[in-house]
């Protein structure tokens, strides 16, 4: 199929090996129709076990939805973290092998981008293993040729996920290095290519930056960690309800799509 005129798909993420929390999240996917399902990072703690992807979500994902519905990955800070975070991307097909890359639904583009760590490389937690400034800066450039090419500036509907948001415009604390590195990095090249919303995560709590309230021209959402987002885009609008995981609806956001033009 090459035409949509809507795409319906769910968000979680910060699950960090609760295996149950996702369960709960998930214990009606199979009656929802998705047409895909996105885990936005940080989906363990440590991998320090080769056997922890499996048992700690793709296990219950497959039981609960994937063998009939696609979903993707986004790699969060913490899957940077143990010695078996190098062989993160073993366990996912990507576009280019890179944790970083873009699918499209029709006219629906979605981009995935990877924020790396949210500390900088020399503090105690890296042992002086990572070196994720250089990473950074070749996925920027990556970025910069990707929203030059045809399938995005084709595209009638652009959607960002990034695990690690850029920075809070409303935060009295000097921003994180994470942060601070998406904003700097990231948000320009978004900006001047024109992106619809940016759904983010890693702060374990709901936080909505409205387009231009910071650096971003765009809004960014920010999901909970016991929360699930089903998100319907269409041409015109990309609508979010919010659900936790007793099935309560939390919250309600709409956004109408390119503005930017």
């Known amino acids: 199929k090459t035409d949509y005129d809507k795409v319906d798909f769910a968000v979680t993420n910060d699950i960090h090996e609760h295996t149950d929390v996702l369960e709960q999240l998930f214990k009606d996917a199979r009656g929802k129709n998705y047409d895909f399902v996105l885990y936005n990072g940080d ?27 696609p979903f993707y990955c986004v790699r969060g800070n913490h899957e940077f973290r143990g010695r078996e975070s190098v062989n993160w991307l073993d366990y996912f097909v990507s576009p280019g092998g890179k944790p970083y890359y873009y699918f499209t639904y029709g006219k629906f583009f979605f981009l995935v981008l990877d924020g790396a760590e949210d500390k900088p490389d020399s503090d105690i937690e890296y042992q002086g293993v990572l070196a994720t400034s250089p990473f950074l800066s070749r996925e920027t450039e ?113 956004f109408k799509t390119r503005l930017y033009k």
């Open 142 to 254: 990556w970025l910069k040729d990707v929203v030059k090419g045809p399938e995005f500036r084709n595209s009638e509907v652009r959607i960002v996920f990034c695990h690690i948001p850029p920075v809070d415009p409303g935060a009295q604390l000097p921003a994180w290095y994470g942060d601070a590195m998406v904003n700097d990095n990231f948000v320009p090249v978004l900006n001047e290519a024109g992106v619809d919303v940016m759904f983010s995560a890693h702060e374990h709590n709901y936080r909505l930056a409205p387009a231009g309230k910071g650096k971003a021209k765009f809004p960014v959402l920010v999901n909970d960690n016991e929360e699930r987002m089903d998100i319907t885009a269409t041409k015109d609008k990309i609508s979010v309800k919010i659900y936790d995981k007793d099935g309560k609806q939390t919250h309600t956001n709409e």
């Open 43 to 69: 989906m363990t703690t440590t991998l320090n076990d080769h056997t922890k992807i499996m048992s700690c979500y793709m296990n219950s994902t497959s039981k609960l939805f994937a063998d009939e519905t």
